[in-house]
């Protein structure tokens, strides 16, 4: 299965969180945008400071989203990307949530039968708007 995957996806199943995406195992082609990284890895960081992790934790945490990411097809943060971000959306979008919509719209067709997943209610309903199947939210969002 094609799943364009936003970092609230592989945050919940990395660090174990419940209400995690339940396709999860069927995804053969995750695709994301290289931001995935660094939301993932800041989140983690902060996760340190708030959460008291330790450097143990902070360690495999961090080992485990980047052996997942291995595994993902990355689109490339580049101008296309950043202008397409730039345009208008047919619903509210913040900034990265505008960079992962507009990463898996440009790849679109080049990925068959895409469907999108996010635990972000604004991002999915976006997608939704936009044409996408959307996993992770409720439909009601």
């Known amino acids: ?3 364009y995957v936003d970092s609230s996806v592989l945050l ?4 174990g969180e419940p209400g ?4 999860w195992p ?10 995935i990284r660094l939301e993932c890895l800041r989140t983690i960081d902060r996760a340190r400071v708030r959460l008291g992790l330790d450097d143990r934790q902070i360690a495999d945490y961090r080992a ?13 943060l580049d101008s296309v990307v950043l202008e397409r971000a730039a345009e208008p959306f047919p619903t509210a979008l913040g900034s990265l949530d505008a960079i992962h919509l507009a990463s898996a719209l ?12 996010t ?5 999915g309903t976006a ?7 959307v996993h992770g939210v409720s439909r009601g969002a």
Do not use: K, W
């Open 20 to 23: 995690r995406l339940e396709l």
């Open 127 to 133: 997608a939704r708007a936009t044409g996408f199947q």
């Open 119 to 123: 635990h972000d209610d604004e991002l």
């Open 106 to 117: 440009l790849v679109r067709d080049s990925v068959e039968r895409l469907v999108f997943a």
């Open 64 to 76: 485990d989203v980047l052996e997942a990411i291995d595994a993902f097809s990355l689109v490339a």
């Open 12 to 15: 919940r199943v990395v660090l």
């Open 26 to 35: 069927s995804i053969t082609n995750p695709v994301s945008s290289e931001l």
């Open 1 to 3: 299965m094609n799943v």
